[in-house]
């Protein structure tokens, strides 16, 4: 699943993301923007948190 994040956000951006965190938060904006559901945004966050990843937001609210 790692893998696929990745070339999402490679094939959109032209660049790897800089950290897990970075790549979190691209899909965290897509989930806001309505272009992923609840379902497919709950399974990416767990994923990518099980590898270390934090959201932006959580550092905002911790």
């Known amino acids: ?15 790897a993301p800089l950290t897990l965190d970075h790549l979190l938060d691209f899909y965290q904006k897509k ?4 272009k992923i559901d609840i379902r497919r945004y ?15 937001h959580e550092y905002l609210y911790s």
Do not use: P, R, W
């Open 1 to 15: 699943m790692l893998n696929k994040l990745l070339d999402t956000f490679e094939t959109e951006h032209k660049y």
């Open 31 to 34: 989930y806001i923007q309505g």
């Open 42 to 56: 709950y399974e990416i966050y767990q994923c990518l948190h099980q590898q270390g990843a934090v959201s932006s």
